[in-house]
């Protein structure tokens, strides 16, 4: 040993972790230096025997090895433990024999004595080298291996803390916390007392523990209560609800048992057992496990219960083991118990009716054992007769669980039950029923229960202190909400561990921390468990705790370390106190009080800090700091005499007396002289005898640095704390305060007080992280204040803004008062706080020293980071971080430093300038910055005795005036200098939304300073409320220019169209511009864009009805202030117009549906308006009379010419004046009764006229008389053709000619779609213009749905997209523009965001309103026919406009010379195969048809089929007779020549390619492909896909014939038109009239001589031939 040691002064190699020795205090003590390879992280230390963790993981024992099979030769040399070779170890723990190591994966080995199970490994009594413990937890399936972050080891047990934050613990006595009934507990088991609690740290006496854990936040308190086994998922409880009380069962049985443990296997055979008889809710309790195994009860090895009750009961009255633990008779007999209950003895049956009797007063309890069925019965089902024969009996798990479920469930139900305030005790008591009977203590109403000792009896009842006050009760209450995860005894019979958490304490699941999550936290309680002979355990009393206590008096007090020698405790706080409790024999304790058995503060002289704590078996080791950087070593308790280690265990004690009698320990702590040799120590720790301290050599200064920044913090928190219980706290507490203050400045007090506070624990939490970093790592990496700086500074910032509000506000000279009385006339405590060296400070001078004390903590901040800056290379990255966070702290200093300036010259202005227009100015936020009382500012044109005052502050702009003044709120103010050019005047252009002012300057010094503040302080103003900044780098003087567009929301207060309206948007230069919300104060809301102040571009407009209570709404186009554009109108009264606006009147083309609900609407209107009337062409559907009409508006009346359909089939068109018929008129009835002549009215004739009978009969004369209602004639009766066998010259009417011609309607939609172009007129523009219209119209349309994208398709966007790319539209047609062309309408016109999409839109809606329900009537169709060609018509006038290089209508492209056709897809569907002419006709119909048709189909193909309703009819029927004859009779009945018969036609069915003889009964086989080809007529729509479909149909036949004759052949038509009449039948085409009449009606006119031409002129030939065919 003597080559290992050296004296500590001497240098050695190594600079980290060196290990120095000693034992007790005396002067000559010096340490020794022990040697090690590496530098040593962590020591642990045994009654004779040490354990050392060096960097690298490995381990190193010395002292006295007792179960190593070799001692060693030099037992003082430290022996490297070999087994751990290969394993990382990061943490070490030494019992009193034992000790344990934990490897880097959370693996634990254990080695040393075993003898009671220590080392958790069975079967040996001791572990000679270390050996793997596996701590499985068996609630997960499969079971898991626990990791664990460290251990600690006492004298007969072990206990480990998990990577979960949960303690399992091993090996024998109460102090392991389990519900264990058998010792020593091998295996290692979770407390369950803890589960779902943040263990932040765990300490071992020789007998009892100690953890620390972090207190429960908000977030844990809504943990839904466990009530359903965990095994068969049935219901625990069971609740039945009687008039007066509850009845709560817990009678739930698992069917799936419960396992036994091996010990309970060992039990001998079954004895008689005594059933107890419990109350009806809970019939028996067998005290017997089911065993998994054998199934047959086994019970526990009862004795006579009379045996020993009676002396348990007085020795342990309250549950409360006696100081032995091992030869307990409870022990030994303790068979099967149910888990959750400790294995302790309970009170005599007396105790229990007594309680019982005060709970239910009117209730008998009687001695038998049966007991009363209700009361309170039912919660204690075992009361009535409680025999011993069960030691720890199910009464305590009963009155636990069920009182857990009544905490839970029934709290409402404690009125009735007469126990307002069992609640006190449920939380604390109840969740530990170990404590027997007595833990549900008391009910305070009545007096408390007296047990034999009551007062012993209150103090150990693990309620723990009853004395505490009720508030505190109801905090745990709080704090503790699950109380037992409620599973029933019956369920847990099972001595081993429980399968599940017999109780968790608190919610599972790990609380979150404080505010921020990586700090520390300093909310922690101390819990105790254990032996507490010597008051160690710090509840006040000598009794044991079987399971985990929180010390109640060490809450709130921040401890953030706890320590444990072999008889008594140890706890740091964060403000580097010392708490000690137990045995102070050799006053380890470090006060003179003889042993304490509550927590109380060891005596250390004033400012000495103490951070580390290690305590042995009769002393304690503080490091402390002191006044220097360097730490200070104390020693607290036993003198060690050199050469008395070997004395014997007996001539100990007797030394031990002798010393007390001789004074050889310490009264309070002492200073180790020697301490200073040792340089920076980082650790102390304890154990036997011995002392051992770690220390480091100060490198580079590093150390050193470390040591003064963990230093300072600890000062200052301290220093904070300080002031925060002798100022701020009292100065809260005074009554006189708020009348002293007033409103606002004691809410900003408070809040003052509030910042103060978080200020305060944020430094606390820091030190307590420093600490941490200095016993453990000493790093830079791990310094919280470079990577969570921001807190830092943002905590300072905002608590130093308060401040200021609080000054600026008068708020120190209010409270000088108020603190003068308090303090008294000489405040040295206040100075003393302050550090203040005047003489005689004034009070407000002395409060606000006080309250900006923190802010200078930050240069010293800024200072120890540069100082371990320094520590560093320049290059390094940890050199960059310090030296950033420096400057941001020294940044932040120097800042704030001016918000301190800002504030005390905002402070002296309101001082100075008292008066009530400055009162109301005065608000906490508002700072001043510049005000011209010195005239330097004035307005220009101001009266000569007028007052003018400018005053700038942060957020404003006041213009002050002999009574007035005006507030400029600066988001909403720009400035502008007016350039000088020589004329000597200094100017300010001041523009504010409503006023524009310029202010004269004295001087260029002055204007400049005057510019630079207002623009500086509005740039500010604008980055307080977080809005776009000009990106300013701090510390730049360049001059600040605040964007001329900005964010803002301001009221206007002029009168006008704005009064009391509320702007919230965009802004530039004074005026709103760009997206915003304008709100006026009677209800009108406008939403969208604005441009130079006024409603611009798209907007939405709310307005309230006030008659009908309801809003108006319109959505869509504004201008200049007025709706103007596209938009859509909802009134209130639920009428909506959709359309154009003008000038906020409904102009141009628009549709207005009236009526409650769009969709029963009365009445729709389409058509054109003027200045908010309908003027103009115009569809009007009267829904109610069933009456549409088409026609023209003035004035909205009808005017003018128009048409009347009914839905009776009348027809009528004429003249209309003053919205009636009147005039000129048709009238036509269903039945083709017609009236030519005058009218005076609707449907009423008046005047001369013509009536014709549908037999064309007529009446010619004067009419008189409504329609329909007898009608008044004179006149003549004619019968024409009465002789005459040429019936067709009938006198048919001619309809059309008195209605609005197609070219005149719809003009309002068409002059929109040119507006859009650009032109005023249509074909009056410029052509680029339009494109460019067309560009900006596509864009800003896309902006607009980028917004919204759910409003469109994929497709869409891609339509939009390809859209964008704008074909060429000069230079000359050729085939190939003409293509690109009509693609580009074709995509155009599929886009109702392309103009020409928008009109296509526009057309087929109006076509549709028009031709649509009523105005589905044949008469209309002549007029619907006409309005298609219109629309071409026009379409095509645009489309020319836009590619001006296109041919008139009819119009010649010449064909390129190569031949185009294989270019072009064969059968193009849209235009007409190529004529011979070489070249290809321009014609709208062949461009826009295909567009146009397939929307206008519908409609317009119903108008066919009820023209040629009848004929259609006739040749239906001719048909439907001619198929059904066979192929080739119909074939010869048609004069088919027999050459064209098929033979046989191929058949698909058998083998391909195979033929089938065509029959005498063959039906549609022949022809058929021809026959499938033309059905397809009907699926197209334009007349060239038609034509198309006869082409090929024709083709087919030709094919046919081909092969037939198998040679080419050219047709005369009179072979061609019988077949082709074949095909035409059995196509059996529904509506053929139709589709001829439609063909004929839209064909192209440039198609009908050609090819095309005669073979429609076949078709149609063929459907005349059908309707004549007579069949013979």
Not at 1280 to 1299: E, I, N, Q, S
């Amino acid at each position: 040993m003597e080559t290992q040691r050296k004296s500590s002064g001497d240098e050695g190699e190594g600079e980290r972790g060196l290990l120095h020795t000693w034992k007790g205090y005396s002067c000559s003590v010096t340490p020794e230096r022990v040697l090690l390879p590496r530098p040593v992280l962590q020591v642990a230390l045994g009654t004779r025997h040490g354990v050392l963790l060096v960097e690298g993981g490995q381990v190193y024992s010395f002292g006295e090895l007792s179960w190593k099979q070799s001692q060693p030769p030099e037992p003082e040399k430290p022996a490297l433990e070999s087994a751990l070779s290969g394993q990382r170890v990061v943490s070490i723990a030494a019992g009193s024999f034992h000790s344990g190591a934990v490897t880097e994966d959370g693996g634990v080995h254990m080695w040393g004595d075993n003898s009671s199970g220590q080392c958790g490994l069975s079967g040996l009594s001791t572990v000679p080298n270390p050996t793997p413990v596996a701590l499985l937890d068996s609630d997960a399936t499969p079971p898991q291996t626990v990791p664990v972050l460290e251990l600690a080891c006492g004298g007969k047990h072990t206990l480990a803390l998990s990577v979960q934050r949960e303690v399992w613990a091993w090996g024998s006595g109460c102090q392991l916390g389990l519900n264990a009934t058998i010792f020593p507990v091998w295996k290692p088991q979770k407390v369950e007392h803890l589960a779902g609690r943040y263990v932040l740290q765990l300490a071992c006496g020789a007998s009892h523990s100690l953890a620390l854990v972090r207190c429960l936040g908000p977030q844990d308190l809504q943990r839904p209560p466990v009530d359903k086994c965990r095994q068969c998922n049935q219901l625990l409880y069971t609740m039945t609800d009687k008039e007066d009380h509850v009845i709560i069962s817990d009678g739930h049985y698992c069917p799936l048992g419960v396992e036994l443990t091996e010990d309970e296997g060992l039990l001998d055979a079954p004895a008689p057992v005594q059933v107890l008889k419990t109350s009806p809710s809970e019939p028996v309790l067998p005290s017997h496990t089911s065993t998994s195994n054998s199934g047959s009860p086994v019970p526990p090895k009862g004795a006579d219960p009379s045996s020993d009750a009676s002396q348990e009961d007085s020795a342990l009255a309250n549950g409360a083991l006696p100081a032995s633990d091992s030869d307990s008779s409870a022990q030994s007999k303790s068979g099967a118990v149910v888990p959750g209950v400790k294995n302790s003895p309970y009170p005599d049956e007396q105790a229990v009716k007594d309680y019982l009797k005060k709970l239910t007063d009117n209730t008998q309890v009687e001695q038998t054992a049966k007991t009363t069925p209700g009361g309170l019965h039912s919660l204690l089902p075992a009361a009535g007769a409680l025999t011993s024969s069960t030691p720890g009996s199910s009464i305590n798990s009963l009155v636990a669980s069920c009182a857990s479920a009544v905490g839970e469930r029934v709290a409402s139900t404690y009125e009735a039950l007469s126990i307002k305030k069992m609640m006190n005790y449920l939380p604390s008591g109840v969740p530990r029923p170990g404590g027997a009977a007595a833990s549900v203590a008391g009910d305070n109403t009545t007096e408390r229960v007296r047990l034999e000792d009551s007062t012993q009896a209150k103090k150990s009842s693990s309620t723990g202190d009853i004395r505490e006050e009720e508030a505190e009760s109801l905090r745990r209450r709080l704090s503790l909400p699950g109380l037992l995860s409620q599973v029933s005894p019956r369920l847990l019979r099972k001595a081993g561990r429980p399968r599940m958490r017999a109780f968790a304490l608190t919610p599972l699941g790990v609380a979150v921390p404080e505010a921020q999550e990586v700090f520390p936290t300093l909310q922690t309680e101390v819990w105790s468990w254990g032996h507490g002979e010597h008051g160690q355990l710090g509840h006040g009393d000598s009794l044991a705790r079987l399971q985990p206590l929180c010390i109640k008096s060490l809450n709130n007090r921040e401890v953030v370390r706890v320590a444990a020698g072999a008889h008594h405790s140890l706890a740091v706080t964060a403000q580097s106190q010392v708490f000690s409790w137990g045995s102070n024999s050799c006053g380890q304790l470090g006060h003179m009080e003889s042993p304490s058995t509550v927590p109380r503060l060891a005596k250390m002289s004033e400012g000495i800090r103490v951070w580390d704590v290690s305590a042995g078996e009769r002393h304690t080791v503080l490091l402390a700091d002191g006044d220097c950087i360097q730490p200070i070593i104390y020693y607290s308790g036993q003198q060690v005499k050199e050469g008395a280690e070997e004395s014997s265990a007996k001539e100990k004690e007797e030394e031990e007396e002798e010393q007390q009698r001789a004074g050889g320990y310490t009264q309070q702590p002492v200073l180790l002289p020697f301490c200073m040799n040792l340089r920076y120590v980082s650790n102390v720790f304890a154990g036997g005898q011995l002392c051992v301290a770690l220390s480091d050599r100060n490198v580079m200064g590093f150390i050193a640095s470390l040591h003064e920044l963990a230093s300072a913090e600890r000062k200052f928190y301290c220093k904070l704390c300080n002031i925060k219980t002798q100022l701020i706290r009292p100065l809260l507490e005074l009554e006189s305060l708020s009348s002293a203050l007033g409103q606002v400045p004691l809410g900003l007090l408070q809040t003052l007080a509030g910042r103060f506070s978080l200020l305060c624990h944020l430094t606390g939490q820091h030190a307590a992280s420093l600490t941490a970093n200095l016993r453990r790592g000493r790093d830079v990496k791990s310094l919280l204040i470079l990577d969570h700086g921001d807190i830092f500074l943002d905590s300072y910032n905002e608590y130093c803004t308060v401040l200021g509000n609080f000054q600026v506000m008068g708020g120190f000279q209010s409270l000088t008062k108020p603190s003068l009385d308090f303090f008294g006339k000489s405040p040295e405590l206040l100075q003393k706080l302050s550090e203040c060296s005047e003489e005689n400070p004034a009070m407000a001078d002395l409060l606000v020293a006080l309250f900006y004390l923190p802010t200078r903590h930050l240069h010293e901040y800024g200072r120890l980071l540069l100082k371990l800056a320094t520590c560093f290379e320049v290059c390094s990255n940890d050199y960059q971080k310090l030296q950033d966070s420096c400057s941001k702290f020294e940044a932040l200093a120097l800042q704030l430093k001016r918000k301190k300036k800002e504030a005390d010259y905002t402070f002296n202005f309101w001082k100075n300038f008292p008066g009530k227009m400055t009162d109301s100015l005065r608000k906490p936020q508002r700072r001043l910055i510049c005000e011209s009382s010195n005239k330097a500012l004035t307005l220009q044109n101001a009266g000569r005795f007028s007052v003018n005052w400018f005053i700038l502050f942060n957020d404003a702009l006041v213009h002050a005036q002999f009574s007035t003044h005006h507030v400029f709120p600066l988001a909403t103010l720009w400035v502008e200098p007016i350039p000088e050019e020589n004329t000597g005047i200094y100017g300010l252009k001041v523009i504010t939304p409503e006023e524009t002012f310029t202010l004269l300057a004295a001087s260029p010094m002055e204007k400049a300073k005057w510019l630079r503040s207002i623009n500086q302080a509005v740039d500010q103003a604008m980055c307080g409320a977080g809005q776009d900044v000009a990106s300013v780098s701090s510390g730049s003087s360049q001059k600040l220019e605040p964007p001329i567009s900005r964010t803002a929301s301001y009221t206007f207060y002029k009168d006008g169209r704005l009064k009391d309206a509320k702007y919230e948007g965009r802004w530039l230069a004074g005026k709103p511009n760009g997206r915003g919300v304008l709100k006026w104060s009677d209800g009108r809301i406008y939403t969208g864009s604005f441009k130079n102040g006024l409603e611009d571009g798209y907007g939405e407009f709310v307005a309230p009805n006030k008659t009908l209570n309801k809003n108006d709404h319109y959505q869509g186009h504004w201008k200049d202030g007025k709706m103007h554009g596209l938009g859509t109108y909802r009134y209130a009264s639920g009428e909506v117009y959709d359309g154009s606006f003008q000038d906020s009147m409904r102009h141009g083309h628009g549709m207005l549906r009236s009526g409650k609900l769009n969709t029963s609407s009365p009445s729709v209107f389409i058509g054109q308006w003027l200045q908010d009337k309908k003027t103009g062409y115009g569809v009007f559907d009267d829904i109610t009379k069933g009456e549409k009409f088409m026609g023209m508006w003035q004035d909205h009346l009808r005017q003018g010419t128009g048409v009347v359909v009914t839905q009776f089939g009348l027809y009528y068109e004429g003249a209309f004046k003053d919205n009636k018929m009147m005039g000129t008129g048709i009238l036509l009835s269903e039945d083709d009764t017609t009236y030519e002549g005058e009218f005076s009215d609707d449907w009423t004739l008046n005047g001369k006229g013509v009536l014709t009978m549908p037999n064309s009969d007529y009446l010619e004369g004067s009419f008189n008389g409504e329609w329909g209602s007898g009608l008044k004639v004179s006149g003549s009766y004619f019968k024409p053709h009465l002789f005459d066998t040429d019936k067709d010259k009938t006198r048919a009417v001619k309809l059309g000619r008195l209605c609005v011609c197609a070219e005149d309607k719809w003009h309002a939609v068409f002059e929109e779609c040119w507006s859009q172009l650009g032109c005023e007129a249509p074909g009056r523009g410029e052509n680029w213009k339009a494109w460019e219209n067309i560009a900006v119209a596509l864009t800003t349309s896309r902006r607009h749905i980028k917004d919204s994208p759910e409003m469109m398709s994929r497709s869409h966007s891609r339509t939009l997209e390809s859209l964008e790319f704008i074909p060429q539209h000069v230079g000359p047609i050729t085939m190939e523009r003409y293509h690109t062309i009509r693609l580009y309408l074709i995509k155009a016109c599929d886009t109702p965001l392309h103009p020409l999409g928008r009109l296509v839109e526009t057309l087929v809606a109006v076509y549709r309103m028009t031709y649509v329900g009523v105005g589905a009537n044949r008469r209309l169709l002549p007029q619907a026919v006409n309005e298609i060609k219109s629309y071409l018509n026009r379409i095509y006038q645009i489309v020319r406009f836009l590619f001006s290089d296109l041919p008139e209508e009819g119009g010649l492209i010449p064909e390129p010379t190569t031949n185009l056709q294989d270019k072009k897809d064969p059968g193009s569907a849209d235009a007409p195969p190529d004529s011979p002419k070489p070249g290809r006709v321009v014609s709208s119909s062949a461009l826009l048809l295909p567009v146009l048709l397939p929307r206008l189909y519908p409609p317009l193909f119903t108008l066919y089929a009820l023209d040629k309703e009848k004929e259609d009819d006739v040749y239906w029927d001719c048909v439907l007779r001619l198929n059904k004859q066979p192929d080739l009779a119909l074939l010869a009945f048609l004069g088919v020549q027999q050459k064209f018969w098929p033979v046989s036609i191929p058949v698909s069915l058998p083998v391909l390619g195979e033929k089938q003889q065509v029959l005498s009964s063959t039906k549609d086989a022949c022809f058929a492909s021809a026959v499938e080809t033309l059905q397809q007529i009907s699926t197209t729509f334009t007349p060239s896909d038609k034509l198309q479909v006869i082409q090929l149909t024709f083709e087919e036949i030709t094919r046919e014939v081909q092969s037939l004759l198998k040679q080419d052949f050219l047709w005369s038509m009179d072979e061609l038109f019988p077949v082709f009449l074949y095909v035409v039948l059995r196509a059996r085409i529904r509506n053929l009239g139709s589709e001829v009449s439609l063909i004929e009606d839209l064909m192209d006119p440039c198609v009908q001589h050609g090819e095309h031409g005669i073979m429609f002129t076949t078709l149609k030939a063929c459907y005349y031939q059908i309707q004549h065919e007579k069949i013979t």
